[in-house]
């Protein structure tokens, strides 16, 4: 298991340094369900827009860590945090944070599509009613759907229950409602998982059109989607660490051999 | 039990006993449900063969009397339906109220856990029980005396306890990731409750809230205790207003020895459970109507 050493206690520097400046970061974060750790001691930044992936076998917390960065896991019972986030420069949990104002700007897709039981346009116009939008939202609803790639196909049935899309188009919608909202940061939970090839690459696509406008972190099974879409990748392991760096050098000169032998497949 | 036919696999192809085992099961069960719709069938069979013929405009539209022939269900019927209006309005919003809160926004210590056990309990308190409180805050406590109100308030005791446990069976059966959706898109709990949980729950909702209405309107033994008057001869004119109701009219001519009374009691229970049928009716289009509108 000599593999399986942390980055921190390796050769990387503890605080991992990017050229871009950082819109979250995690310092030693450790996220625990029960008293049981699922995410342990943790840390990196996250760069503004940019996408961040983060990679691992299934279980390893990369979900647990994602609900972290919009407060999501504040719905989970006995979950406690320790270390810290800071959301450009403050404190992610500090008392003068409001939950609610934080997810409106730290918008999620989740890794289950999870529409509203109500139409396709109540799905997407929804949250910004709620908040307080003021412009038309048919131009809004029009052009979340068409940035999620679904507008061709739900157009003619804007009032059709949502529940009547297919597994693929539901989690568009999900992506499109999240859109309407033009969150600072946009947090997606294997986006892409019941998507076929053809919409994958539309959203991923949506992602590079995206990214100049949001921060984006995914989580992804997909290598290659990681390695397309991504700027930065973290890898995890167990709830650790192993490696976190440029989309290009993990993928091409992973650090540690761990990394290499997951990104390549050879995992075991 | 034959050996499966592909040997060397491990399992023992029962089949047939398996089937013959729900075959059994099921008939079982259809057995028990046409037992009960038989038994209803007999029941109504009975009331129907007494009291058709005394079921007539002149039935409804008149005031009970010393003669037979001239009495009617007037204001039986008219109490009945007050008792309903105001029943609904005043339990259905406090239970569904505290379903909500209890499911949704409290913390789930020690304190709520209490509360829920005694709400079961409450449910389970016989009606008499409750009508000797209704007598004692609402006639006595409040001097609202015998009127309508004392009786829906009452009413409104008995029934709350149903509605809450069904109200919150209903919400806690709401998927949720729907509540995540929306605590993702920056919604506040009671954003969340009011646009997505409450409509979700609606349909569970609205059959414990029918349930509890029609036990409410068969209920006799409450109204009695409150002293619901037996021989009502003007219409209520607001809820202040003494009343009877159909229980207590039909109880009322049960208990008379004449043959014709008997006849007419029939008679009322017919209409009692046309009203009956009515709201479930009611309920079922409106449960249908709301589900369409969720898938
Ligand atoms: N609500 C919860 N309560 C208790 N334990 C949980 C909960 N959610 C996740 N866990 C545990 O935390 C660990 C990490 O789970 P998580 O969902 O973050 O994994 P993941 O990396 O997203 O996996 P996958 O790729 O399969 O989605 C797992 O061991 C899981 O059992
Ligand atoms: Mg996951």
Known sequence: MTSMTHPEQGSESKHIS??????????????????????????????????????????????????????????VDDVSLEGTISYLGENLYGKDIDPVTLRRRIGMVFQKPNPFPKSIYRNVSWGPQINGYKQPLDDLVEHSLVQAALWNEVKDRLHESALSLSGGQQQRLCIARALAMSPDILLMDEPCSALDPISTSHIEDLLFELKSQYTIVIVTHNMQQAARASDYTAFLEMGMLIEFGATKQMFTVPRQKRTEEYVTGRFG | MQKSRVSGT??????????????????????????????????????????????DWQFLSSFPSRFPEKSGIKS?????????????????????????????????????????????????????????????????????????????????????????????????????NIRHAAYALGATRWQTSWSHVLPAAFPGILTGVILALSRAIGETAPLIMIGALTYVAFLPAGPMDAF????????????????????????????????????????????????????
Not at chain 1, 27 to 40: D, F, L, M
Not at chain 2, 264 to 281: P, R, S, T
Request: with cysteine.
């Open chain 1, 18 to 75: 990017i050229a871009e400046p950082s819109i979250l970061d995690l310092q030693n974060v450790t996220i625990s369900y029960s008293g049981k750790a699922a995410v342990r001691n943790v840390s990196f930044p996250i760069a503004e827009h940019k996408i961040t992936s983060i990679i691992g076998p299934s279980g390893c917390g990369k979900s647990t860590l994602l609900r972290a960065l919009n407060r999501m896991n504040d719905f």
């Open chain 2, 10 to 55: 491990p399992y023992i192809d029962n089949l047939v006993a398996r089937r013959r085992k729900a075959r059994l099961f099921r008939t079982l069960c259809a057995g028990v449900t046409w037992l009960g719709v038989v038994l209803l069938g007999l029941l109504l069979y009975q009331a129907g063969v007494d009291g058709i013929k005394w079921l």
């Open chain 2, 76 to 176: 039986a019927l008219f109490g009945t339906l007050w008792l309903i209006a105001l029943i609904a309005i005043i339990s259905i919003p406090i239970s569904v109220a505290t379903a909500l809160y209890l499911q949704e926004f409290s913390s789930k210590g020690r304190i709520s856990r209490l509360i829920e056990l005694n709400i079961s309990n409450l449910a389970g308190v016989p009606s008499i029980v409750y009508g000797i409180i209704g007598l004692a805050i609402f006639v006595r406590g409040f001097q609202l005396e015998r009127s309508l109100i004392s009786g829906a308030l009452t009413m409104s005791l008995l029934i709350s306890p149903v509605i809450i446990i069904a109200s919150r069976e209903a919400i806690k059966s709401v998927p949720v």
């Open chain 2, 244 to 295: 009877t109701a159909l229980p207590i009219q039909i109880f009322n001519w049960v208990s008379r020895p004449q043959q014709e009374f008997h006849e007419l009691a029939a008679a009322a229970i017919i209409v009692l459970l046309a009203v009956l049928l009515v709201m479930n009716a009611a309920a079922i289009y409106i449960r249908h109507k709301s589900e369409q509108k969720l898938k």
